[in-house]
């Protein structure tokens, strides 16, 4: 049994998860919003000790960026760590267990590979559209770690020239032009009216809440003309990055999950559009982009992905003075 632990900044989460690749059982709680270092590593602790014992290993998720595979990590959605030796610490408790650790978006996609969508795929390109776009890389069955472990990051494929500023320091990133926040900062720039045409007496519009990507969503399913442009847009965005990793990696399959991913149509008809445009060659024109299957699980199954199927997500890399089983 493998205590899988996934660490984002508004829930962390962790669960033992058989040999199977089965969740056997799961705990959340909120990632504690105070800022100081220890009463993340706290909250983390108290999560996982009623799940500690007896089991055989435990593989982590978490944002970056991140030194790879020691595993200091410096979320940038948790300013509370900087440098935070979290893979260490838990080795600490652990002891003579392996501890593996790797970002987030790459345990998601080893776990559509291993248990998901991606099943049966040798070459696949594994999603997650939310607040921010990430990706994981599997080509020849095996996960793609690249240099620092930040192969598939498909996030910061340009996808607009010149356009957009990201979070990363470039501009035109798809993540700039298809993450959740980025689209309603781009509809309300051009005029949407959250609620316009979802609101109702029965079912008002309160202002005094946070405007998200689910809003926008209702209103182009109501036929809010910015809203659909906006989804539109991300929708386009993540056909043209897809084209491009498809000719470059020749894949058979790309999952996307992610909170965006669940719009469904509204995202994937206009990205289909913009794939099948921009997929030419001959090769690239077989790929297939699907939902992501295995939801808010996901993270947890590839955490222990990186444990039980480690001759697939885990190459050449076995931790610190524990030797590969």
């Not at 660490?7 to 056997?24: C, P, R, Y």
């Not at 500023?165 to 035109?172: D, E, L, M, V």
């Not at 949407?192 to 519009?205: D, L, N, V």
């Not at 989804?231 to 999952?255: E, K, P, Q, Y």
């Amino acid at each position: 049994m493998i205590l899988a632990i996934d660490i984002g900044g508004t829930k962390l989460a962790a669960g033992l998860v058989s040999d199977d690749g089965a969740l056997v059982t799961s705990r959340r709680v909120a990632t504690p919003q105070s800022g100081d270092a220890e009463d993340l590593w706290t909250a983390l602790t108290d999560l996982i000790e009623p799940l500690a014992a007896g089991v055989d290993g435990v593989g982590v998720g978490c944002g970056g960026p991140m030194v790879w595979p020691s595993g200091e990590v410096s979320p940038l959605n948790i300013p509370a760590w900087r440098g935070f030796p979290v893979r260490s610490r838990l080795q600490a408790l652990f002891p003579g267990l392996p501890v593996r650790l790797h970002n987030d978006a790459i345990c998601v996609a080893a776990a559509e590979h291993w248990r998901g969508a991606g099943q049966g795929s040798a070459n696949m390109l594994g999603m997650v559209v939310s607040t921010g776009v990430g990706g994981g890389l599997i080509l020849g069955d095996r996960l793609i770690d690249g240099g620092t472990g930040n192969a598939g990051h498909i996030g910061h494929v340009i996808v607009e020239p010149g356009g957009v500023p990201c979070g990363c320091g470039g501009r035109g990133c798809l993540e700039a032009v298809a993450r959740g926040p980025g689209l309603v900062e781009w509809a309300l720039a051009h005029g949407w009216t959250p609620g316009e045409r979802t609101s109702s007496e029965a079912r008002p519009y309160r202002e005094d809440r946070e405007v998200t990507a689910r809003d926008l969503a209702a209103d182009a399913r109501a036929g809010d003309a910015v809203a659909t442009a906006a989804m539109r847009r991300a929708g386009r965005a993540l056909g043209i990055a897809i084209a491009s990793a498809t000719h470059l990696c020749d894949l058979d399959v790309v999952t996307i999950g992610g909170g965006l991913a669940q719009t469904g149509d509204l995202l994937f008809d206009p990205l289909e559009e913009a794939l099948r445009e921009h997929a030419r060659m001959d090769f690239a024109k077989r790929v297939k982009v699907v939902p992501a299957a295995l939801g808010q699980d996901a993270g947890l199954v590839g955490g222990a992905a990186l444990i039980l199927a480690e001759e697939r997500y885990w190459l050449g890399h076995p931790p610190v003075g524990v030797e590969r089983r």
